[in-house]
């Protein structure tokens, strides 16, 4: 017990230059993700769709989740985290570079194609990354690390809606079906993921260990203490599982239709619009340091279940359309979205011991949701109007709270 009172070193100086590049990872795909939400309504407008078709843009981006959660996971157990990276930075490159033809040919059809492969890449991405993150380092500090990372993450998700309001909204015509700052734009995305892939290959990483392995003191490590139970015998673990689904379920409708939202109720320009998402983005991050100081102090269940019942008082506010009021309470629903997804996985794996792994996998795959939830918010949206739609997440935040309220206990 002794020896974890000493100073554990956030990583070893052989593993810097690979902690820069695998957290630069995290940045990159949340400006892809937040950047979708930016195609969302760039294709209403230059592709004619209703709110409910141009939800297929979360679809097949989140879609890919589920398609290749499990395959990127069983690549990099087979191959290393290395090539499990450079297999994502290629996906997500050809991806991007599809939007050429898709451009070209005006196929909402093939766009669609192009952001599946864009998917596939950012789940192989993050399916990555996690763990690596975590491995670069004695494993009582993996917990710094991924959180560090996570940081990035957030300031990805601020500059995606801002690179694509400036790109593909800013010079928006009514009645415009011209596509080509769309293949500009990603054209130099996937010129620059390459690039990324290419200096990568030539990183020589360290060899890693297993951060949930190592260490024979119980508290640093997440002992399973109902080993004979299978993985979905942990009632804890199948809440979580359920908390996540809906969790990413209700970020990504409320992402979808935030420029929609505050267009057509606030009255902003997409423009205008598209620049607040990045300040909605700016929301989150500033929950989820704050929700991790809170911490400190409350315990987190208690504070996950304090911010569901924070955005079911937001969802109500924002549905009544009250101008600037409703549009603070729109920007709240993120500022409670931060400490969401880190923690329920967090509580998720707890003593989950030699299933940490393939828990933290199917916890992974909750981010499935994404791609179901737009499409209910889209037809809310079409046939209700944009305002009301945003009743819709109540029902995932009542999920979220009944988890942290009571079913995000350790049953042996």
Known sequence: MNDLKIKIPFTDKKFLVTLVFVTSLFMFWGIAITMADVLNKHFQHTMSLSKTQSAFVQFAVFGAYAVMGIPAGLFMKRYGYKRGVLLGLSLFALGAFLFIPAANISSFAFFGIA???VGCGLSTLETVAHPFVAALGDQRTSDLRINFAQMFNAVGAIIGPLIGGYFLLSNNVAGSTDLTSVKILYAVIGSVILLVALSFSFVKVPATTDPHAGLEDADALNVDLAPDKKLFEHKHFVWAVAAQFFNVAAQAGTWAFFIN????????SDEKASYFMGVFMGMMLTGRILGTFLMRFIAPNKLLAG???????????VAQSLGMVSFVALLMINFFFGIMFPTIFSLGLKSMGSRTQQAASFLSMGVVGGAFFPFIMGYAADQFGIAHAYYAPILCYVVIFLFANKFYQVKH
């Open 115 to 117: 952001l599946f492969i």
């Open 261 to 268: 939202y505050v267009h057509e109720i606030i009255g902003f």
């Open 307 to 317: 911010f569901a019942l924070g955005n079911i008082m937001m969802c109500i506010i």
